[in-house]
Structure formats: structure tokens, C-alpha cells
């Protein structure tokens, strides 16, 4: 796998492309991309090269954002020419055209509103626009200290870590699911409590 990075204005937001041999994990029409609405970045036009692009603020990922946005958010999937949202993170709230989702079918133009940053998935017959090349002296020098960052690891070592991420996060969502079940379990009994209570013979005090 080939990796290379892009740095961005202030490091509020970077994105790392990935070329990979296997040609079933790339978008085959290169026509798609994300295009950044808001948030502060010299490069508006983030092309989705691969089919499965990561959402997050972790070092694999491939639209690493700022803020407080977690290690690992969201994924965007691509099967059979259709872009799919999957959330896997509870917080902060991700919103499709001003509704929140979890889970979303994709349609072109939709725009996509996560913490202080805005997209909108963008497909063109002419491929991604050109970038511009110009870019500050300080941004120039983050690109290349993101480079030398990751120089030294294989790609078993990008992957590992990677799988080291979404294991945690996978951890995470299991935890929070057997929280959800203990809770509503305790509020089953509680409930079932009350009612034998309620049900229960009142013995009332006679008065003299």
C-alpha cells in the first residue's frame, strides 16, 4: 500500500490518500468527492479514491479532522456506485441535510454537518477539480513532518494500527450496548416492583 498525506491550514484538518493494489477496493470512477463547505483548509476537494473512507481525528484516517471530533466517527462505504454513512461513534452528532443520522444512503449534493465542519458529496463526468498548489511556508513544513511520521512503517504497521483503532472503538460500542441492557433491565424490575406494590392490600387505620 502507498500512502501520502496532505496537511492543512492550522492542523484543523488533514486528510491521508491511500492507493492500493487491490483493485476491488477502489473507486473505479475516480468522479467522486467530498467537498469542504466549512472549516478552515487549503484543500476544499477531498477525492474518495478508495471505497471505504474513514471519518475521524485518528492518524489513519482518511479525513483526519480536528476539534472534537473522536479517534475514529464515521465511514463512508461504496457498493455498487452507492455511497452508504455508517456513525460508529455516539458523539458529536453527525447530520445529513440538517437531520441526524446513524446510517445513511448517500445521494449527490447531500450535505453532511459533523461538530464545526460541513461537507457535500460531489460527482462530476471531468473527475475531481485541481488543486491548488500554493500553500504557506508552515503548512509546507507540516506536510512534511506528517511524511517523516509515518516513513518508517510498513504497511502491515499502517494496518496494524488501524485495526488496533477500530478495535476500540468496536470495544467501546459493546460496552455501551451491555450498559444500555443492565439499564433497562434494572428498569424492568423496577417497574415490575412498583406495580406488586401498587397491587398490595392498603390497611387503613380506624379511628376512635
Not at 93 to 120: K, M, P, W, Y
Not at 136 to 149: G, K, T
Request: hydrophobic content about 35%; aromatic content about 4%.
Amino acid at each position: 500500500m502507498d500512502w501520502t498525506q496532505e496537511g492543512t491550514s492550522e492542523g484543523s484538518m488533514r486528510v491521508i490518500h491511500a492507493t492500493h493494489q487491490d483493485q476491488g477496493e477502489i473507486n473505479s470512477g475516480i468522479s467522486d468527492w467530498l467537498e469542504v463547505r466549512r472549516g478552515r483548509t487549503q484543500f476544499p476537494h477531498r477525492p474518495l479514491i478508495a471505497s471505504r473512507c474513514l471519518i475521524g481525528s485518528g492518524s489513519n484516517c482518511h479525513l483526519q479532522l480536528g476539534g472534537e471530533v473522536p479517534m475514529l466517527h464515521s465511514l463512508l462505504v461504496l457498493q455498487e456506485g452507492q455511497w452508504t454513512l455508517e456513525v460508529v461513534a455516539p458523539e458529536p452528532t453527525l447530520f445529513v441535510n440538517g437531520e441526524a443520522c446513524r446510517h445513511r444512503a448517500l445521494s449527490v449534493g447531500d450535505r453532511i454537518q459533523l461538530a464545526e465542519f460541513e461537507f457535500a458529496l460531489c460527482r462530476g463526468e471531468e473527475g475531481v477539480p485541481k488543486p491548488d498548489r500554493r500553500r504557506p511556508h508552515h503548512q509546507a513544513f507540516m506536510v512534511q513532518s506528517l511524511r517523516e511520521e509515518t516513513a518508517g512503517l510498513t504497511a502491515s504497521e499502517l494496518l496494524e494500527r488501524l485495526e488496533s483503532e477500530l478495535s476500540a472503538i468496536e470495544l467501546y460500542e459493546q460496552g455501551r450496548q451491555q450498559g444500555a441492557m443492565a439499564l433497562l433491565d434494572a428498569a424492568r424490575r423496577q417497574s415490575g416492583s412498583q406495580k406488586g406494590s401498587d397491587s398490595a392490600p392498603q390497611h387503613r387505620r380506624r379511628v376512635a
